[in-house]
């Protein structure tokens, strides 16, 4: 997902020994500092923004959440008579 084109810069400043200590960990992996900067925190954003788009179920939940999804809407009483009234924006 990276991008082709690089134009935006990112700034931040680390203490010592956390910089010497991504300083060893990008050389491990034989990268630059920034190279290794910018793909573990993409990997960490991925990883933060799936959690709030996509769930695993068990197979005895997955059904059960798709029979929920499946079965026939059940009416609420107080929902019918809130959305019977005008909005306050009607009025």
Known sequence: MGSSS????????????????????????????????????REAAEQVLGEQTRFRLSPARYRAFVAALDAPAREVPALRRLFSRRSVLER
């Open 6 to 41: 690089k134009s935006e810069r990112l700034a931040i400043r680390v203490a010592a020994a956390d910089k010497m200590k991504l300083a060893r960990a990008a050389a491990a992996q034989r990268r630059s500092v920034s190279e290794f900067v910018l793909a573990s925190s």
